[in-house]
């Protein structure tokens, strides 16, 4: 059975720093889209940052510059280091692996920014 497990997340002063990381349990990860998403409670669940099979990248307009994704194929393992942050990044983040026809999430960490 295909487990997401995300670990990272707590609670930090604006403009602090976090590192959310997430280990995949699936064979062979490293054909798998990854990307980071979180969702607020009332709104939707929204693509914080993307990456492809080959590293090709994608951030919300919101992260841009300050949040960087990033993968270890040889530990199934995907990061997301979030720098700069602001109370509006509080949210819980998932962790996001598929391809054509699969698509597997993680169980969410809570991530709170205070003012």
């Known amino acids: 059975q295909v487990q997401l497990v995300e670990s990272g997340g707590g609670l930090v002063q604006a403009g602090g720093s976090l590192r959310l990381s997430c280990v995949a349990s699936?064979?062979?990860?490293?054909?798998?889209?990854v990307a980071w998403y979180r969702e607020v409670p009332g709104h939707h669940r929204e693509m914080v940052a993307a990456?492809?099979?080959?590293?090709?990248?994608n951030y919300a307009t919101s992260v841009k510059g300050r949040f960087t994704i990033s993968r270890d194929n040889a530990r199934d393992t995907v990061l997301l280091q979030m720098n700069s942050l602001k109370p509006e990044d509080t949210a819980v983040y998932y962790c996001?692996?598929?391809?054509?026809?699969?698509?597997?999430w993680g169980q969410g960490t809570q991530v709170t920014v205070s003012s």
């Open positions: 996001n692996v598929g391809r054509v026809g699969v698509n597997y």
């Open positions: 699936v064979r062979d990860f490293s054909s798998y889209a």
């Open positions: 990456a492809s099979s080959n590293m090709q990248t």
